[in-house]
C-alpha cells in the first residue's frame, strides 16, 4: 500500500518512515528538498499547498499528518489551513485512512492556544468523509523532541531554578519509538478507522519529577524553587535566554504545562500490546543518539 | 466530637437554573432526559451521555468523623474501568476543585500525593498518593486526607468512583471520617460552625458538581 508522511522531517515523522518502509511503499513529503533515501519517495511539498498535496497523495491508502507550524506568530491559523487543505484532498483522492498525532488534554475546555490548535486541527482532518485515527500523546521523550530538549538544556545549564506552578502539573510522557510504534501500527487497521486513542507512556509523573530524574541521569543536582507568580511570556523569554528553544516556541508549550496532560482510557494499549519504554530508558537513549 | 450535621438530599430541581452550568449541555437536558429513562421511555443506546438523580447528604459518623457522599447517575460509563480511568477520576477532581475556585485553589501534586493550596500559599488539604482500584464495573480514586488548615487532624478519605450497577452507572464523590476544622464542635453555639455550613459545604457540593459535568463533557467513549 501506499502510504504517505506529511511532516516527515520532523521528529516524529523521522522514526516512523523506517517502520512503514518494510510493509509499506512510502511517500515522504518535506518543505525543502531532501537528499534520497533507501525505501522512501522524497517529495517537495507544503500542506498548505492544494497542488502540493494532490500530487503527493496520488494512489495513497493512507496519509499520516504530523505537521504542526508551532514557531510561527499565526501557527493556529497556519495549521487549520493546512488541516482543511489535506482533509479535502484526501477525500477527493479516495484515500481510506488518515492517521493523526494529537496532544493529551487537547479537549480540556481551558487548553493552551497549542493545545486548542492540536484539537481544532484533528476536528478539520475529521470533518472530512476520510475516516481519521487520532494518537493524542503528551510529552515524546526523544532526541530533537521540543519539550524534551528544553527540559534537558534546562537541567544542563542552570544549577538553580526559579519555576512557575506548571511543574507540579501530571504528565505522561512517552518514549519516541513507542508512539512510532503506535502510529505504524494503526496504519491500515480498520479497527482504529474514526477512532481517537490516548497514547500515554507507562509512567505518570510531574514535570519537576521528570526535571528531578533528568538531572540524575545527567549527574546534576539543581535546585528547584516553585514561585506563583511567573508567567509563561517571562518563563519562554527566559527559556530562550538559555534554552536552544525560541522564545515563540517555548511560550506555545509553556503555555500548554497548566494542563494535565493523562491518558484516560488504554484502548491503544490493548489493541498494539508492547512493552512500553520507562522514562530513564527512553531518556537514556534519547541522549545515547 | 463535632456536632451531628443535617442531612441534606438533594435532586437536581434543587438547584435554580441561574446555577447551571451552561458550557455543559448534559445538565441542562439532565432532568427531562433523566425522567424519560427512569420511566423506561428513552432506550439507553439511543441517549448521548445524560446525567440525572443527582443526590447530596451528609452525616455524622459515630467516630465523630464526617461522611459526605454526592451522587448522580449517568447513561454511560465516563471513564474506562482501567487504572487510566480510575486515575483521570482523580485528576478531573482537581481540575473541578480549581474551576469552582476560578483557580484560587490549585492542585500541586508531589512525590508523596498532592495538595490543594489557597493562591499558592498555604495548604487547605494535602493527600496521600491515589489508591487505584479497577474492575469490571468499578473504577475509582481514593486519596487519604493527611492534614491541611481545613483539617482538624489528619484522617479519613476522599473517593472518587464509577460504578456500573445493571443498566445504571453511578459517579460518586464520597468523603469519609473527615474532621473538618470549620465545624461546630459539641456545646459550642450554632454560628461557630457558619463557615462550614455556609462556605466549605456548599463549595464541596458544587465541586462534585462540576467534578461530574467535566466527566461527562469529555467523555471519548
Excluded at chain 1, 537528499?35 to 522512501?40: F, H, N, R, S, W
Excluded at chain 1, 497549542?114 to 478539520?124: A, D, K, Y
Excluded at chain 1, 497514547?199 to 521528570?210: D, H, I
Aim: glycine share 8%; charged share 20%; aromatic share 8%.
Amino acid at each position: 500500500m501506499k502510504v504517505t508522511v506529511f511532516g516527515a522531517t520532523g521528529v516524529v515523522g523521522r522514526a516512523l518512515l523506517p517502520l512503514l518502509t518494510s510493509h509499506h511503499k512510502v511517500v515522504a513529503v518535506s518543505r525543502s528538498t531532501h537528499a534520497p533515501e533507501k525505501g522512501v519517495l522524497w517529495v517537495e511539498g507544503d500542506a498548505s499547498s492544494a497542488d502540493d498535496v494532490a500530487g503527493a497523495i496520488e494512489g495513497a491508502g493512507v496519509v499520516y499528518y504530523l505537521v504542526h507550524s508551532l514557531g510561527r506568530r499565526d501557527f493556529e491559523q497556519q495549521d487549520r489551513v493546512a488541516a482543511e487543505n489535506v482533509a479535502a484532498a484526501c477525500e477527493y483522492a479516495g484515500v481510506k485512512q488518515i492517521v493523526y498525532l494529537g496532544g493529551l488534554g487537547d479537549d480540556d475546555a481551558s487548553a493552551s492556544p497549542h493545545l486548542r490548535s492540536r484539537r481544532e486541527t484533528g476536528e478539520r482532518l475529521s470533518a472530512g468523509a476520510v475516516p481519521v485515527t487520532t494518537l493524542r500523546a503528551a510529552m515524546i521523550v526523544g532526541k530533537g523532541s521540543a519539550a524534551f530538549e528544553t527540559i534537558v538544556a534546562l537541567v544542563d545549564r542552570l544549577p538553580a531554578m526559579i519555576t512557575p506552578n506548571w511543574v507540579s502539573t501530571p504528565t505522561q510522557p512517552i518514549a519516541l519509538d513507542d508512539v512510532s510504534r503506535y502510529l505504524a501500527g494503526v496504519c491500515g487497521n480498520r479497527a482504529t478507522l474514526g477512532e481517537s486513542f490516548d497514547a500515554g507512556g507507562p509512567e505518570v509523573m510531574t514535570y519537576r519529577q521528570m526535571i528531578e530524574r533528568i538531572a540524575v541521569l545527567r549527574d546534576r543536582q539543581p535546585w528547584i524553587l516553585e514561585v506563583p507568580v511567573l508567567t509563561p511570556r517571562l518563563s519562554s523569554l527566559w527559556l530562550h535566554l538559555v534554552t536552544p528553544v525560541r522564545a515563540s516556541v517555548a511560550r506555545p508549550l509553556i503555555e500548554g504545562l497548566k494542563n494535565p496532560t493523562i491518558a484516560r482510557e488504554e484502548r491503544l494499549r490493548t489493541l498494539l500490546p508492547f512493552e512500553l519504554t520507562l522514562f530513564d530508558d527512553a531518556a537514556r537513549l534519547a541522549f545515547a543518539r | 466530637m463535632l456536632d451531628p450535621l443535617e442531612v441534606s438530599e438533594g435532586s437536581p430541581d434543587r438547584f435554580a437554573p441561574w446555577r447551571i452550568p451552561t458550557r455543559f449541555p448534559a445538565w441542562i437536558t439532565a432532568n427531562a432526559a433523566g425522567i424519560q429513562l427512569a420511566a423506561g421511555l428513552l432506550p439507553l443506546a439511543t441517549v448521548p451521555l445524560v446525567l440525572y438523580s443527582w443526590a447530596t447528604s451528609e452525616r455524622v459518623l459515630d467516630s465523630g468523623g464526617l461522611e459526605s457522599t454526592q451522587r448522580v447517575l449517568a447513561s454511560k460509563p465516563v471513564v474506562e474501568s482501567s487504572e487510566s480511568g480510575a486515575r483521570w477520576l482523580g485528576i478531573a477532581y482537581w481540575q473541578a476543585v480549581n474551576r469552582v475556585t476560578r483557580g484560587g485553589v490549585r492542585a500541586r501534586w508531589t512525590d508523596d500525593g498532592g495538595r490543594l493550596t489557597l493562591l499558592g500559599g498555604p495548604t487547605l488539604f494535602s493527600f496521600g498518593t491515589p489508591e487505584l482500584a479497577f474492575s469490571d464495573d468499578v473504577a475509582a480514586c481514593r486519596y487519604a486526607i493527611r492534614g491541611g488548615l481545613l483539617t482538624l487532624r489528619a484522617g479519613g478519605s476522599v473517593t472518587l468512583a464509577q460504578r456500573c450497577v445493571d443498566d445504571e452507572v453511578e459517579l460518586s464523590v464520597i468523603v469519609e471520617e473527615y474532621l473538618p476544622r470549620l465545624a461546630a464542635r459539641i456545646g459550642a453555639p450554632t454560628w461557630t460552625g457558619a463557615l462550614y455550613a455556609k462556605g466549605q459545604r456548599p463549595l464541596h457540593a458544587a465541586v462534585s458538581r462540576r467534578f461530574f459535568d467535566l466527566l461527562a463533557s469529555r467523555v471519548r467513549m
